[in-house]
C-alpha cells in the first residue's frame, strides 16, 4: 500500500532554533496537511495545503510556522523559532480529494 | 463539525467481535462519520465512513443508526494488533480538516 514518509523520525533542538520536517506524499496525491499531537493529548489539525497555497490553517498555526512544496515530491513544515510548547508529534497527511486521509508514522520533536 | 461522544476504554478478549459506539446527536444531513484508530504513537490509520448506510470493507463494518444519531464500529475477529484508541469523527465529505476527539482506547486481552 501506497504510504505517506516522514522524515526525521525524531529531532532534538534548541529552544529558538528553526526546525524543517520533511514529508513525501504519496505521489498522485494533490491535498497535504498538518497536525500535531503534544504528548497525552488530542491530534489537532495544524493546516491543509492544495494548488501551492494554504487552504485553511488553525489558530496554532502562527507565524512561527511555515509550510512549502520545494518540489514536485516533498513537503515541508518550518518551524521558525522552537519553543519549549513546539514539543510534539507532528504528522504529515496527503489525500486525493476523495475519501480519507493518509497520514505519515510521525515525526517527534522534542525542544530543550 | 458536529461532536462525538465515545467511551473513554473498552476491553475486548482476543477473537471476539470488538463493538465500539459513537454518539454524534447533533450530526447534520450531510456530515459523514468516519473512523480512525492510532496504535501507540503511530500516525492516525483510516478505517472506515459511511453516510447513513451500513458499510463494510477488509477492516470492520460500521453500523449506523436510521436517525443517525449514532453508530457502531464492528472489528469482526479481534486481534492483539488491534490494541489502539479508535477515534469516531464526523465531518463533510472531503473535509479533511479532522477534528480528533479523546477517542476509545481499545485493548485486545489475549
Known amino acids: 500500500e501506497p504510504e505517506v514518509t516522514q522524515t526525521p523520525s525524531h529531532q532534538v533542538t534548541q529552544m529558538g532554533q528553526e526546525v524543517i520536517l520533511r514529508c513525501v506524499p504519496i505521489?498522485?496525491?494533490?491535498?497535504f496537511y498538518w497536525y500535531r499531537q503534544i504528548l497525552g493529548q488530542k491530534v489537532e489539525f495544524l493546516v491543509s495545503?492544495?494548488?501551492?497555497?494554504?487552504?485553511?490553517k488553525s489558530e496554532i498555526f502562527d507565524d512561527q510556522f511555515s509550510v512549502e512544496r520545494p518540489d514536485g515530491s516533498n513537503f515541508t513544515l518550518k518551524i521558525r523559532s522552537t519553543k519549549l510548547e513546539d514539543s510534539a508529534m507532528y504528522f504529515c497527511?496527503?489525500?486525493?480529494?476523495?475519501?480519507?486521509?493518509?497520514f505519515g508514522e510521525g515525526s517527534r520533536l522534542t525542544v530543550l | 463539525d458536529a461532536k462525538t461522544t465515545q467511551p473513554t476504554s473498552m476491553d475486548c478478549a482476543e477473537g471476539r467481535a470488538a463493538n465500539l459506539p459513537c454518539n454524534h446527536s447533533?450530526?447534520?444531513?450531510?456530515?459523514?462519520v468516519y473512523w480512525y484508530r492510532q496504535i501507540h504513537s503511530q500516525g492516525p490509520q483510516y478505517i472506515i465512513h459511511?453516510?447513513?448506510n451500513n458499510e463494510t470493507n477488509e477492516m470492520a463494518s460500521l453500523i449506523i443508526t436510521e436517525d443517525r444519531k449514532s453508530s457502531t464500529l464492528i472489528l469482526p475477529h479481534a486481534t492483539l494488533r488491534d490494541t489502539a484508541v479508535y477515534y469516531c469523527?464526523?465531518?463533510?465529505?472531503?473535509?479533511?480538516?479532522?477534528?480528533f476527539g479523546t477517542g476509545t482506547r481499545l485493548t485486545i486481552i489475549p
Open positions: 505521489s498522485n496525491h494533490l491535498y
Open positions: 495545503f492544495y494548488n501551492n497555497e494554504i487552504s485553511e
Open positions: 469523527i464526523v465531518s463533510n465529505f472531503g473535509n479533511e480538516k479532522l477534528t
Open positions: 459511511g453516510l447513513k
Open positions: 497527511a496527503s489525500s486525493d480529494g476523495a475519501v480519507h486521509l493518509f
Open positions: 447533533t450530526i447534520s444531513g450531510n456530515e459523514y
